[in-house]
């Protein structure tokens, strides 16, 4: 099973300026004096080992949409959510040679909030005659969300105009979804207009992806049905768009969570690899790279002074933020 991020941001694509992009490079030249880069290879080799992240590579600036594929070469595609991601991801599919031929997209909505739907009328497999396009979810509003948006005097080519198919499976709450050999099962999750989570199983692994979700007190009951639903997963894609403060006071009930809270539940679940996703559009890399520091080091107290910590392995047993490119082989 692979995960790629074709788009991590939340709420608003986060452009990176000008000023940004001036700042990575006086860090970078700064970080290489004195180094010896007299080869193409010396070079490559400082920025992959010397650079912090938030130097040598960009978090990314699109919102939501990741996609989950198998080693298997097939004509059928598996993407969640349509954020301004899904550009990218037609792109490169268009520079493969694949336009060429038919293909089918399923796409599994969580919810309708723009962010995650912004991105379908720039995706070039739906002009294509013979693809097939397939929305999952459980919004009934799904259609009349796609369509509206395109219709004028917000876009210039109105839904009608496609050339694919495009067909909505729209499936009562929670109904199991089973898409090239995946088994998908579904949780509801805390946010405004509800959104389901999606739990993918395949060949005995298990992905989760759980974006716009806000978990509160309860969370903390053994009971919490979101321990049961992220249990053992190998993958946790999860919303830590906030610190914990923020989640808490200043930004409550808006339904996202904190990295706090990723850590805990990813903790109790026993969940191997934990990804925070969603990322604040306000947040420079470099304070996505200060967050992840954080996110670890509060793992290690967290794990430190639990009564249980020498009982059992930690979890997670790592822990990452998303960036758009991401790639991960589970």
């Known amino acids: 099973m692979i995960v790629y991020f074709w788009g991590t941001r939340g709420s608003l694509p986060a452009s990176?300026?000008?000023?940004?992009?001036?700042?990575?490079?006086?860090?970078?030249?700064?970080?290489?004096?004195?180094?010896?880069l007299d080869s193409d290879h010396a070079i490559y080799d400082f920025i992959d080992t010397k650079l912090p992240f938030s130097v040598s590579r960009t978090y990314g600036s699109n919102t939501s949409c990741i996609e989950i594929k198998d080693d298997?070469?097939?004509?059928?595609?598996?993407?969640?959510?349509?954020g301004s991601g899904i550009r990218d991801f037609a792109s490169q599919w268009v520079k493969a040679g694949h336009a060429t031929e038919s293909h089918t997209f399923h796409i599994l909505m969580t919810h309708l909030h723009w962010d995650h739907v912004m991105g379908f009328p720039f995706?070039?497999?739906?002009?294509?005659?013979?693809?097939?396009?397939?929305?999952?979810?459980?919004h009934d509003t799904i259609p009349g969300t796609f369509k509206s948006q395109m219709d004028s005097p917000t876009f210039p080519v109105p839904f009608s105009m496609l050339g694919a198919d495009i067909e909505f499976d729209i499936q009562p709450p929670c109904t199991p979804f089973n898409i090239g050999g995946f088994e998908i099962t579904s949780i509801e999750q805390n946010h405004p207009g509800i959104s389901y989570g999606f739990r993918f199983a395949k060949d005995g692994k298990s992905f989760v992806y759980s974006t716009d979700s806000e978990h509160k007190d309860d969370a903390y009951d053994k009971e919490y049905p979101f321990l049961k639903f992220f249990q053992d997963a190998d993958l946790l894609v999860f919303d830590a768009?906030?610190?914990?403060?923020?989640?808490?006071?200043?930004?409550?009930?808006?339904?996202?969570?904190?990295?706090?809270?990723?850590?805990?539940?990813a903790s109790r679940s026993m969940v191997k690899h934990l990804v925070m996703?969603?990322?604040?559009?306000?947040?420079?890399d470099n304070s996505l790279d200060e967050f992840l520091f954080n996110t670890r080091m509060y793992s290690d107290i967290y794990h430190s002074e639990s009564e249980d910590n020498l009982s059992r392995p930690q979890y997670p047993e790592n822990i990452s933020i998303?960036?758009?490119?991401?790639?991960i082989e589970i």
């Open 322 to 327: 998303a960036y758009d490119g991401m790639e």
């Open 277 to 284: 996703f969603h990322n604040e559009p306000t947040a420079d």
């Open 72 to 82: 298997t070469d097939g004509d059928e595609y598996i993407l969640c959510d349509a």
């Open 241 to 265: 768009q906030y610190s914990l403060a923020d989640a808490t006071f200043s930004k409550a009930d808006w339904g996202h969570s904190s990295n706090v809270m990723g850590v805990e539940l």
């Open 16 to 36: 990176l300026t000008a000023q940004s992009h001036r700042q990575k490079i006086f860090r970078a030249v700064e970080a290489a004096r004195g180094q010896n």
């Open 123 to 138: 995706f070039t497999p739906a002009y294509i005659p013979g693809n097939r396009i397939i929305f999952h979810g459980y």
